[in-house]
């Protein structure tokens, strides 16, 4: 083989490299990168809708930043059980341990105490009618779902949350193996 010959075999090998770039490209494309997503920094964020409509999937800026709800008994945590902690998927604050998760028939996942003072914040709702409680991210103002005074001891309030904006980290292994 001459090198001429070579030459259209590098453009074929240079095309499927290429080809390949974009197929990863596109996957990185479907889950934004959100450089203000942290499970440590507490720093509290203020950043335009803009901003968040770039770094959030469709799906989760949706509710989180213009206060959709989604289905009963569509989102994944509504009858979830598994042991461990809830983040606010659009900035990472820990928001919920699962011991404060409960079974609600409303169809939405339902805790009745936050992991920590100031992990949300509360607002007045007066939308469609109603009055109401909203609950919001402490870090980044994202809706989170609604407060309500009819869940079960020791605090009787029901966090009624969407599953979208919540994210879920399993407790490690090491507790798993003490029971
Ligand atoms: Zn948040």
């Known amino acids: 083989m001459t090198p001429r010959h070579w030459i259209p075999l590098l453009v074929v090998a240079a095309l499927l490299l290429s080809s390949g770039t974009l197929a990863g490209q596109r996957q990185t494309m479907e889950k934004p990168l959100n450089p203000y997503y942290s499970r440590t920094d507490i720093h509290k964020l203020n950043l335009p809708d803009a901003v968040w409509k770039k770094v959030l999937s469709p799906e989760v800026y949706a509710v989180a930043r213009k206060k959709g709800t989604e289905e009963a008994f569509s989102g994944k945590f509504w009858d979830y059980t598994g042991k461990g902690t809830y983040y606010c998927a659009a900035c990472g604050n820990a928001l919920f341990r699962s011991d404060a998760k409960f079974a609600s028939t409303c169809g939405w996942p339902s805790f009745f105490e936050v992991v920590r003072k100031g992990s949300?914040?509360?607002?007045?709702?007066?939308?469609?009618?109603?009055?109401?409680?909203?609950?919001?991210?402490?870090?980044?103002?994202?809706?989170?779902?609604?407060?309500?005074?009819?869940?079960?001891?020791?605090?009787?309030?029901?966090?009624?949350?969407?599953?979208?904006?919540?994210?879920?980290?399993?407790d490690k292994p090491e507790s798993k193996a003490k029971r």
């Open 120 to 170: 949300v914040l509360y607002l007045p709702d007066h939308s469609y009618g109603m009055d109401r409680t909203e609950v919001q991210c402490g870090r980044c103002g994202a809706h989170l779902g609604h407060l309500f005074d009819d869940g079960p001891p020791p605090t009787g309030k029901r966090f009624c949350m969407n599953s979208i904006v919540l994210d879920f980290e399993p």
